[in-house]
């Protein structure tokens, strides 16, 4: 802010320099002083000059540079009654407006908004975004919005601004006749049909919206859990195929095993019985469970793998020796090799008498 005085009580040079980034409206402060006729005033890129004479708006200054007097100030000569030769020095009020842009101003749905669905019925939307404002008519917002407040900042129109948005998005949103899962493909749109509407309020205000945006539609927390669920049934599709992929996934770890196989064997044949009997998946007739079969046993023999044995089979070889406490055995499910004698194998060598002793 700069001043000028002529004698020490005239009014010079008037000009803004604006440091802050919310201030819309600044009014020039005179300090009782006159304004001296063909005094200098700077009017910056971004900003307007309104002159207020005895509560009248006056002449209202763009960009540029000015010496103040009767030729420039139509206005103002006529308020004061000024003839020809007037130069004497004068009082009026000056308010420097910030015409650029404020941008990233938030909007949102304090509450949510009741629509009708055509696929879900009536549902609540909630919705937010951003949009920029600037002054378009200083003169008219001076006079409906600043009034008399010397310093006026964005944030105390922003609220205003904000209602507006939410009332006219409410009904844009709920006459728009989009399904809710295609909102998210439509928000340009929306979003124009909104500034829009909201045009001819603001313009009342002297203010403009260059940008509006939405960036986010949403329902209420519960229904999107139920959408999950519904998605992941969707994306499951075909069971019978889904635990094959996964079967086949889990052969393809490196570190898999011959016991991720066969536990990923054991989840591709569940998945075929759930295929076939799982209502909307599967179309062939259900049909019975095979019955339970005993473990397969594998055993480690000289860098080889033998079986699969049965328990019977296993409890002849313990029988014979060619199974002992230390022989290295895997059933599916098993975390790795064991001894027999580890494992619920112990049992076998329960029956099996110990070696005769020697010389006997």
């Known amino acids: 802010m700069v001043f000028g005085f002529l004698g020490g009580e005239f009014v010079d040079v008037i000009t803004w320099l604006d440091d802050t980034r919310d ?7 005179r300090h009782g002083n006159a304004i001296k006729y063909g005094a200098k005033l700077t009017v910056r890129e971004g900003q307007a000059a309104v002159f207020v004479h005895e509560g009248q708006l006056a002449d209202v200054f763009g960009p540029g540079m000015y010496m103040l007097e009767t030729n420039n100030m139509p206005i103002m000569t006529t308020l004061q009654h000024w003839d020809h030769g007037f130069d004497s020095p004068f009082k009026s009020e000056i308010y420097f407006i910030n015409t650029t842009r404020f941008n990233d101003q938030k909007w949102g749905t304090k509450n949510p908004i009741m629509c009708r669905d055509p696929e879900f019925g009536p549902v609540r939307l909630r ?6 404002m600037r002054v378009a008519d200083p003169a008219v917002f001076l006079r409906e919005i600043v009034g008399t407040d ?12 904000r209602n507006v948005i939410v009332q006219e998005a409410s009904q844009v949103l709920a006459k728009s006749g989009i399904p809710v899962l295609d909102m998210a493909a439509n928000t340009a749109d929306l979003g124009k049909l909104i500034a829009a509407a909201i045009a001819p309020k603001v313009t009342e205000y002297g203010l403009s919206i260059p940008e509006f945006y939405i960036e986010n539609i949403s329902l209420p927390e519960e229904v999107e859990k139920v959408l999950d669920k519904r998605t992941s049934m969707g994306v499951a599709g075909d069971l019978h195929k889904y635990m094959q992929f996964n079967a086949a996934e889990g052969m393809a770890q490196p570190n898999s095993g011959v016991g991720a196989m066969v536990g990923a064997g054991m989840a591709a044949g569940m998945g075929m019985n759930m295929a076939q009997g799982a209502g909307p998946w599967g179309a062939a007739p259900a049909v019975a469970a095979p019955p339970p079969a005993g473990k397969a046993w594998h055993v480690a023999e000289n860098g080889t793998t033998k079986g699969p044995f049965s328990e019977g089979d296993l409890a002849g070889m313990a029988a014979s020796g060619a199974l002992t406490r230390v022989s290295q055995v895997w059933v599916a499910g098993q975390d790795g090799w064991k001894p027999a004698g580890d494992t619920e194998l112990a049992k076998l060598f329960a029956m099996v008498p110990p070696p005769p002793p020697p010389g006997v």
């Open 23 to 29: 201030t819309m409206v600044w009014r020039f402060e």
């Open 150 to 161: 010397g310093e006026f900042t964005s944030d105390e129109i922003s609220l205003q601004i």
């Open 127 to 132: 919705a937010f975004g951003t949009y920029t």
